[in-house]
């Protein structure tokens, strides 16, 4: 397993995750397969590379040198929001779950966090029915601090988005 910063020569590979997962699982990305179907690869490669400050980026978790999983920080630029992270978009292919990618994505980007000057907290939502991401966030030190009802609609159903929050300064 490597995991690594995704950089412009990923872009067909992620792109090509990114609609399966959309695809496969709909109710855990706010974004659609038809939202992002359309995208150049130009457009893709520019979405995944790095920010020069690293407060935006996405790993990517490769086995055998396919790209299997990935997971994006956001580190925002306002003064006032600055001490915080967020992660988003996290997804590990079905053929790779439960073989440690999802932690290990999870463990590089809480890493990375702590290594941006003045970060005390990642913030993320997830799906409140994905017992499996909630109990991976959960072993990695996140608390639910609220939920959000009927936070994404995909087709007729509904889904609630839990809230949950890593803090750095409690101990973590």
């Not at 996405?58 to 992660?87: C, D, S, T």
């Not at 590089?108 to 997830?126: P, T």
């Not at 990695?140 to 609630?160: C, E, I, K, N, T």
Request: proline share 3%; glycine share 10%; net charge neutral.
């Amino acid at each position: 397993m490597e995991i690594r910063l995704l950089d412009p020569r990923d872009a067909a590979a992620y792109q090509a995750l990114r609609l399966q997962a959309l695809r496969g699982s709909p109710h855990a990305f706010s974004a659609s397969h038809d939202d992002e179907a359309a995208r150049s690869l130009d457009e893709v490669a520019a979405r995944i590379v790095p920010a020069a400050d690293g407060s935006v980026c996405m790993f990517g978790a490769f086995e055998h040198g396919e790209l299997a999983g990935f997971v994006a920080l956001i580190h925002p630029q306002r003064a006032k929001l600055r001490h915080g992270v967020e992660l988003a978009g996290m997804y590990v292919a079905p053929a790779w779950r439960r073989h440690g990618l999802g932690r290990a994505l999870l463990q590089a980007v809480i890493a990375h966090a702590r290594a941006i000057d003045g970060v005390r907290q990642i913030g993320l939502g997830v799906n409140a029915t994905n017992a499996a991401a909630k109990a991976l966030y959960a072993s990695a030190g996140f608390a639910s601090w609220g939920v959000q009802p009927q936070a994404l609609r995909v087709g007729d159903a509904f889904y609630d988005e839990e809230h949950q929050l890593l803090r750095f300064d409690a101990g973590n």
